[in-house]
Every structure is written in C-alpha cells, then in structure tokens.
C-alpha cells in the first residue's frame, strides 16, 4: 500500500466505524517492513524480514472508549470487525473522560520538512548487508589484544514505515520514515575465569550518514577488553560522572513520573510540583519535536496535537509535565503532547575527556546493571560499573558496585552537563557528573 492507498483506508475505516454506530473514530493505516541481519563468529546466524499493514482504531461509542486493530483489510472482514468491535465496546463501563482533542490542537502544523526518510532504502541490497555484519567482526577481531575475544556478534538493521492517521473531527496526518543500525557485541576472556563483554551501535534515519561499519567492531571490542581485570568497586561517597551512552537511564527515570496518568493515578513523586526546583540549575532540558531527522522527530503526536517546542525543566525548575487529552481533562490541565520527542540540553562544559580531568577523584559510570527505581516515591538503587578516576585520569576498570538514593536528592546534586549529546538516541544525553553520590561495593 502506497501512501495514496493507505489515506484512503483511513478515511474509509472512519466513515464506516461511524456507519456502524461510533459518535467518534480515530483510524490509523500503516505499513512497515524491517530486515535484520545477524552474524556471529564467522557465519551468518539469521536473516530475517518482516512487512506488516493494518489499520488501528480509537472508537467512541456511547460514552465508552476501545482501541482495536486489525491486519485484514477486506472489505468484509473489516465490516465484519468494526460491527464487533462496536458492539463489545458498548459492554463496557462509561468514561466521561474520553474524546477525541480539542481541534484547535491540531494546528497549525509545522510546515518544515524533517527529513525522516531516506529514498536509497528500497536500493539496499542484501550483499551490502551481509558485507556489513562481516566488516563489522573482522574490525572487532583486528584490534590489539584480540587474542581475548571469545565472540563477536554483529547485527545491521533497517527499516522503513509509514502511515496515514484520519480523525472523524477533522485531523488528518501522514508519516514516512526509515532507520538504520550497526551494532555489535564482544565478549572476552578474563584470567579469573569471568567473562566481560560490551556493545557499540550506530543508527541513523539516513545510510550514507551512518558511522563506519569498522569504527562499531572496534569500539565493541575496545571497550570489552578494557574491562579485563575489573575489580570490586570500594564503599564510598564520590562524584559520579554517567558516559552519556547510559545517562538516558537516569532520564528515563526522571521522565517517566511526569505522564499524565502518573499523575493522574498517583505513581509519581513529580506531583504537585510543577514550577518547583527539582534539580540543580545545571538540570536545564527542553522537547524538541521539529529537529531534522530526529529519532523522535514528528510533525504531530500519537492523538494529533500539533507538535512544538516547549522547557521541560528550566534551570532546574519543572516547567511542564506531559500531558495527552484524556489524562489532561482528568486533571484539569491543559494538554501538552503525550510523551517525549527529541530533548534538547542547555549548554554543555566539555565532553567526557574534559570532565573526567575536572573530576580529579571519582567513578565513571559505563553501564547501569540491573535493578529500579520507584516512580512513586523517587528512591533507586542500580547496579554500576566502570572505571576508577584518579588524578584526572582513567584508571582501572571495577564493577560490583551499586548507586542508591533519591531521584529529587540525585538531580540537586548535579554539577554538569557535557558537551557531547548521545546521538543515536532520542534523549540525547550528555555526560552528566553528580557530586556526592553513594557508591557501596557489594
């Protein structure tokens, strides 16, 4: 299905939902294929290829609210499904809560081109992608040391979807979009018998801007055998410098408690806080929606909403809390769009090389391992490992460590932000360094 195709499906879907008896419809048509190469010591472990279509549905029916989806687009079986799906969502429980947005949100629209999708896609062959996975061990496999490696995996990915949303109150929006990863995984022999590994991957929504194959090997392969001879991490209170490739962790955990129904439903320790210091002034962030070829990138979000800039947190100070229509009405508060696109960092101090000699003594974080945090309450307690910073100097590796504490004592505790955002994410996480943290070795 083309783009024509799958606007007239959505369009169709939503006249024949209301012929059936919904006051309200939202219809979404997609498509979406993803190719996954996968090789492992030498040989190609798994091709895989995946293309799926089908349409999703919010249906408003009497008060009542369903989303349901199907992936048989024939006429009669679609009938068939919206007449059901209409009729068991008369069964449930009223919500006077649920409607469609306002469509005043819907607009105006950005008119900005966000380059999501790249036209070489279709011209991928499938040699390219075997030779890809290969370059990617042999580089793995050719660095100093390598007589430690036990194993190389190596995996190239892409993929390319779009999509057509109709409202039966007048949205209408369409998607196109493609990706595509590098990625590998090394493990390695210590002396002591363990058995270090690590990963590197690279991703972008254009293939000519992808980093290069042998660059990924390389890196997975550094980075594991830097983890032989690790050592049990001491009991101790020091800055904590997180490597911005596992910071967004850390956000994802500050993030979360500030969705509506967290709110709503009293999981979130961001409550009643909005316009409140929650971290240091260093906490500066903003969602950024209309960055070209973002990962998060949209025009609009998930229900519609016209998507715009807007302060997260600013100087530490909680700005906004996201906020979809449904949630916003149960809390009286305007919406804002339903969940992160792209964050935007205020201005860094250096990259990771630069705040380690401003560190002095320390811990690197490379990798949160294992365990949570509490939503509701604020409080963590991760596993970590990395490496041991003395004298403004990496030293050696140690692991066997965990972090605890509070997420609302953690963010006051920041002392940086870098200068070098994680690119292949949508968070975008800089290095970040926290003063007084609580490391205990296990």
């Not at 419809?25 to 895989?48: F, I, N, Q, T």
């Amino acid at each position: 299905m083309d783009q024509s195709e799958l606007r007239g499906a959505a369009r169709a879907a939503v006249e024949l939902a209301r012929r059936k008896g919904a006051q309200e419809v939202a219809a979404g048509a997609y498509r979406a294929r993803h190719v996954e190469v996968s090789w492992r010591d030498g040989r190609l472990e798994k091709v895989s290829e995946a293309t799926s279509r089908g349409l999703g549905f919010e249906l408003y029916v009497d008060g009542r609210y369903s989303a349901v989806g199907t992936s048989d687009l024939r006429p009669e079986a679609l009938e068939r499904f919206l007449a059901e799906a209409v009729a068991l969502t008369r069964k449930l429980e009223p919500d006077p809560y649920r409607s469609l947005p306002d469509p005043a949100l819907y607009g105006p629209r950005a008119e900005v081109d966000l380059q999501l999708e790249d036209p070489f896609h279709e011209s991928l062959s499938a040699e390219r992608r075997r030779e890809i996975v290969a370059e990617v061990e042999a580089a793995a496999r050719a660095v100093k040391g390598a007589e430690a490696i036990l194993s190389v995996t190596t995996s190239f990915s892409d993929s390319h979807s779009t999509g057509y949303r109709v409202h039966s109150n007048g949205f209408e929006g369409s998607s196109r979009g493609t990706d595509f990863w590098i990625a590998a995984e090394v493990s390695a022999k210590d002396p002591d018998g363990r058995r270090p590994e690590d990963w590197s991957a690279v991703g972008n929504r254009f293939f000519e801007n992808l980093s290069k194959p042998a660059g990924v090997g390389r890196t997975a392969a550094e980075r594991a055998l830097s983890r032989l001879g690790a050592r049990k991490g001491e009991s101790a209170v020091l800055p904590m410098l997180v490597e911005n490739r596992c910071a967004g962790r850390l956000v994802g955990f500050l993030l979360g408690p500030l969705a509506g129904g967290a709110l709503q439903q009293r999981r979130s320790f961001m409550e009643g806080k909005l316009g409140e210091v929650i971290g240091s002034p260093a906490l500066d962030l903003r969602d950024e929606p209309l960055v070209p070829r973002g990962f998060g990138s949209r025009l609009y979000d998930r229900e519609g909403l016209a998507a715009r800039p807007f302060p997260v947190f600013e100087q530490g100070r909680l700005a906004n809390y996201y906020i979809d229509t449904y949630y916003g009405k149960k809390l009286r508060m305007a919406p804002t769009t339903r969940g992160p696109s792209n964050l935007a960092w205020g201005p860094g101090v250096g990259d990771q090389a630069e705040l380690v000699k401003a560190v002095g003594e320390g811990i690197l974080v490379t990798g949160f391992l294992g365990g949570n945090s509490n939503g509701t309450t604020g409080d963590f307690s991760l596993g970590a490992q990395g490496f041991r910073i003395r004298g403004g100097q990496l030293c050696e590796p140690v692991g066997e460590m965990n972090v605890s504490g509070n997420h609302l004592e953690l963010w006051q505790r920041l002392a940086a932000v870098g200068s070098d955002p994680y690119p292949y994410s949508a968070m975008r996480t800089p290095s970040l360094l926290f003063e007084g943290v609580q490391f205990a070795g296990l």
